[in-house]
Every structure is written in structure tokens, then in C-alpha cells.
């Protein structure tokens, strides 16, 4: 049963580090520190020193708002393809650890999932910047970060809702990427079904 709690858990922080990396690593610093929902081992503990939780918060801060600017969050993004599957491998050690389980698998599951996150995000983010003229950026963005920290949260009071909420939202991120994709092609007046085939 705690292998199984601790993949849930790090399915759903390894989800929310793909949206926002920085998100889920304050959230579960803040909650290891002034509350007793989450006990941290070390050397994870290390994650609710006030200083450790300054500097995530300073970091989370400019990403937070160069996400918000067009141009700007392609570069957050590509930097993000190595910054977030290392947060969800973190993260799901972390888990493992709360639990007390061997991390084996449930590393690889953080990582994975994390990249596959943010890699899906990061695809549809310039489609999203030729149909609206980047005004749509700032509202996906903030969609993304309120689903990370609800993700987040959820993951260490209640793993299970927070495994399901996390398969919805690798569904959802394969969905519009698909979609937005179709969208990118047709923009370019490429069909997409003759691109598919190719």
C-alpha cells in the first residue's frame, strides 16, 4: 500500500513540476514547514529551511512572470525541458521517502511524467502565440499554475484524487497539443492528415 501511495503522490507532484516546477517544490516545502501534513526526511527536509524557501520563491517568481510574456516563455520552456523531470525526480524521491518505499520506478515515474508534461506544454505554447497574438499566453500560463499548485496540494492530503486529477491533465495536455497541432499546420497551409502519413 505504500508503494502504491507514493507512486500516486509522485504522480501527482511530477505533474504539477511539468506545469510549473517551481509550484510543486514550494508547496511542499511550505507544507513540511508549518504543517503536519508532510514530514520530510533528510536530506529532503531541506526543502523547508526558510532560505532554501526564499530562493525557490524568488526563482518561481521571475518564471512566473516571464511566462506571462510572449518570447520570453519559449526560452522559460526550453530551459524547463531540463529543470522540470529534474524537480519531478526530486519530487518523487522526496515521495518515496515520506513513505518509506524503495524510489526505484517511482524516480523513473517522476521524471518521466514531469518531461511528458512540460514537453506537451511547451509544443502547444507557440501555437497558442500565432492564434492569439501572444494574449492568449498570459491566461494558459496562469492556468498552468493554478492547476500545479492544486496538483501539488492534492497530492500530499489525498494521492489518489491527486493520481486521477494528474491522468487527466497528461490527457488533456496530449488532447490540445494534438489539437493546437492540427491548428499549427493548417495556419501553415499544410494538410494535416497528408503530414501525418509522411
Given at each position: ?96 521517502k515520506i513513505v518509506n518505499v524503495d524510489p526505484g520506478?517511482i524516480v523513473v515515474l517522476g521524471v518521466v511524467v ?82 501525418r502519413a509522411g
Amino acid at each position: 500500500m505504500d508503494t502504491v501511495t507514493g507512486s500516486f503522490m509522485a504522480l501527482g507532484l511530477s505533474t504539477a513540476a511539468g506545469l510549473n516546477a517551481y509550484v510543486p517544490l514550494l508547496a511542499v516545502g511550505l507544507l513540511s514547514r508549518y504543517t503536519d501534513l508532510i514530514s520530510l526526511p533528510t536530506p529532503w527536509s531541506h526543502l523547508g529551511d526558510p532560505l532554501v524557501l526564499a530562493a525557490i520563491a524568488v526563482v518561481g517568481l521571475a518564471d512566473f512572470v516571464g511566462d506571462k510574456i510572449p518570447v520570453v516563455d519559449h526560452v522559460l520552456h526550453l530551459i524547463g525541458l531540463a529543470v522540470a523531470p529534474i524537480v519531478g525526480g526530486i519530487l518523487a524521491m522526496a515521495a518515496a521517502k515520506i513513505v518509506n518505499v524503495d524510489p526505484g520506478l517511482i524516480v523513473v515515474l517522476g521524471v518521466v511524467v514531469a518531461l511528458a508534461t512540460h514537453a506537451g506544454r511547451t509544443a502547444a505554447r507557440p501555437v497558442s502565440t500565432v492564434t492569439t497574438a501572444g494574449a492568449g499566453n498570459p491566461l494558459l500560463s496562469l492556468g498552468e499554475d493554478g492547476v500545479s499548485g492544486a496538483l501539488s496540494i492534492t497530492a500530499v492530503v489525498w494521492p489518489a484524487i491527486a493520481a486521477v486529477l494528474a491522468a487527466l491533465v497528461l490527457i488533456a495536455v496530449f488532447v490540445v497539443w494534438r489539437r493546437w497541432r492540427v491548428l499549427g499546420l493548417k495556419l501553415q497551409g499544410r494538410d494535416p492528415a497528408s503530414d501525418r502519413a509522411g
